[in-house]
């Protein structure tokens, strides 16, 4: 019998008023610090982006034991209500025929993310069978088709492998932390590589006039409609935007009851159509965009998009306090399994783009769409223009509907290899 497992020490700060205060202050110092146009910053910046810091300075006070990332509500707060909201402010500017105009390439880079992951897990654990055959022997299989759930699709669709697969819940916990640790840390590789996309587009040989072009209509259009908001421009903003994510929620607690009343043998929960955060992201990506081809698209113009980018940060910061570096001390032979997996699917990823010369938006966000999914793909859009972020999320829903299907066949190959 499995000795239980010691209980985390408490944090120094558990008070989340008091975290999200220093989340505040830790997102105005970059901002702050971001700014300046000459000196130790300047240059700083010029090597670090912004972003990435946002996201690793709030994971070194998890890791310290300074807050609890784990006990913190301000993370489910961020992505049940602020992503949602940010979504639909960012889609509000959002020229939907030019999205179209990006070409099939951003399609066959998610695709080639999850053929990825696949082929991933399959080296990872002969790579272990050889490096430290302990590591993957008895069921640490089972364990990884969780990895893969969320990996290719999502938090349910992890959930799902867990029960298809009768997953141990002190196995799942285990690869739950590797989960969060090696896929933070290929986020925080994405969002240093965006900083250098002219780099790797000239390596690639990609063509980005498309997604130029999309910028620079976004562009025009806040420069011809720019105006200083006033108070009542702000709340019209927070009423689009919260609104809609009231609603959003609203209309997916009727779907959701009305999908789990389904007969089972639909298999509508193969495509995540039973959770509730599934039709909260589609439905606040959708109301954004039917409003930008109304006049609601003129609030762009008051700034409806940066007030969406705050709420981003803010979620951004949150997910950051979920990484615990300390994490590797556990179980260290596990992470060295999830770093040979995510490194064989950056490995393709790279070798694709390459090929097809795509451009590293297309590669980095069809990545995180498999290995974050929607929380996380338009952040790393958004790194690259927040005019980008609904592609991110249009790409993280083809991986919740794939997810279960390809995670519970890599689970079959990994039976038979173990």
Known sequence: MAA??????????????????????????????????DGFWKKFYGIVPALLLVYFLPSLLNSTGVVSGDASGLYPMARDYLLP??????CVAIDFQAILRLGPKAIIMFVIGTVGVMLGGVVALLALQVIHPDTVAGDTWR????LAGSWIGGGANQAAMQA???????????????????????MAALLLLAGRAERFDRWTGADTSAIEVLKQRIETYQSAHARNPSLADLMVILA?????????????????????????????KDYSL???????????????????????RKLEGAG???????????????????????????????????AIWIAVHALLMLAVAKLIRAPLFFMA?????????????PVVASAFHPSLAPVGVLLAVLGYAMGTYAAYALGQILMRMA
């Open 365 to 377: 966000v069809g990545s995180q769409a498999n290995i974050g999914a929607a929380a996380s793909a």
């Open 274 to 296: 039973d959770t509730k955060f599934f039709w909260i992201t589609v439905l606040a990506t959708t109301f954004g965009l039917i409003l930008s081809f109304t006049r609601a």
């Open 143 to 146: 364990g990884m088709t969780t």
């Open 85 to 90: 909201s940010a979504l639909v402010l960012l």
């Open 164 to 186: 298809t697969y009768a997953v141990d819940e002190t196995l799942f916990g285990q690869f739950v932390a590797v989960d969060v640790l090696v896929g933070s840390l290929w």
């Open 304 to 338: 409806a998009s940066k007030i969406g980018s705050v709420m981003l940060y803010v979620l951004v910061a949150t997910i950051g306090m979920k990484m615990n570096l300390s994490a590797l001390i556990d179980k260290p032979w596990f992470f060295a399994l999830g």
């Open 240 to 268: 689009v935007g919260l609104g809609a994510t009231g609603l959003a929620h609203a209309i997916a607690d009727i779907a959701v009851d009305w999908v789990k009343s389904l007969p089972p043998e639909w298999k509508l």
């Open 4 to 37: 239980p497992a010691t209980a985390a020490p408490p944090p120094m700060i558990a008070n989340d008023a008091v975290v999200l205060g220093i989340l505040a202050v830790i997102l105005g110092f970059v901002f702050w610090s971001s700014s300046r146009t």
